[in-house]
């Protein structure tokens, strides 16, 4: 299976400033369509996840462009411009090339 | 709207059997993906199963398969999981899930106790 492991798993922040989220797997993502379907899940308390971004970079439709995800093969970023009181949850990444789809271990992101 | 309502979840004793629902409305259910996510009480996320548009081509994780089936009632827009010889560790929010997470539900809680 493939390993996806999160860096940190907690993460306080300051409002307004920015924070990163980094996403490792253990093996390329790349599938044979030439896709990375590497996605990045938010989690608010007491919610369903809802996904941000997709194919690595893509944004969802409505997320706010203050969060962008970057990377290729195996090394992947989450990053938050500057973070607001609403991005307060659990972020996880996921991999959805290889069977079976892995989810990261969650990262925790809270205001200082 | 693009909408998808878990059911059945509820209280079941080890060994015991279940099948959750989830009603898709609001696009074509058909030609979609669908898949089957849990969470257990305080964890993270694990992937459970997904079946592809027709049907013919299912995934499972290696915690669940054998056990768990995962299907679709085209009729019905509906996605099913039938879950038998249930376990503690089975015990999770279980969330249906289009494609690769583009869409959730809300959710539907499996607890697996004596």
């Known amino acids: 299976d493939v390993v996806m492991t999160q860096s940190p798993l907690s993460l306080p922040v300051t409002l307004g400033q920015p924070a990163s989220i980094s996403c490792r797997s253990s093996q390329s993502l790349v599938y044979t369509d030439g896709n990375t379907y590497l996605n990045w899940f938010q989690q608010r308390p007491g919610q369903s996840p809802r996904r941000l971004i997709y194919?690595?970079?893509n944004r969802e439709s409505g997320v706010p462009d203050r969060f962008s995800g970057s990377g290729s093969g195996t090394d992947f970023t989450l990053k938050i411009s500057r973070v607001e009181a609403e991005d307060v949850g659990v972020y996880y990444c996921?991999?959805?090339?290889?069977?079976?789809?892995?989810f990261g271990q969650g990262t925790k992101v809270e205001i200082k | 709207e693009v909408q998808l309502a878990e059911s059945g979840g509820d209280l079941v004793q080890p060994g015991g059997s279940l099948r959750l629902s989830c009603a898709a409305s609001g696009f074509t259910f058909t030609t979609h993906w669908m898949s089957w996510i849990r969470q257990a009480p305080g964890k993270g996320l694990e992937w459970v199963a997904t079946i592809k548009q027709e049907g013919s081509e299912r995934y499972y994780a290696d915690s669940v398969k054998g056990r768990f089936t995962i299907s679709r009632d085209i009729a019905k827009n509906s996605l099913y999981l039938q879950m038998n010889s249930l376990r503690a560790e089975d015990t999770a929010v279980y969330y249906c899930?289009?494609?690769?997470?583009?869409?959730w539900g809300k959710g539907t809680t499996v607890t697996v106790s004596s």
């Open positions: 899930a289009r494609r690769r997470g583009d869409v």
């Open positions: 996921m991999q959805g090339t290889h069977w079976p789809w892995t």
């Open positions: 194919k690595a970079s």
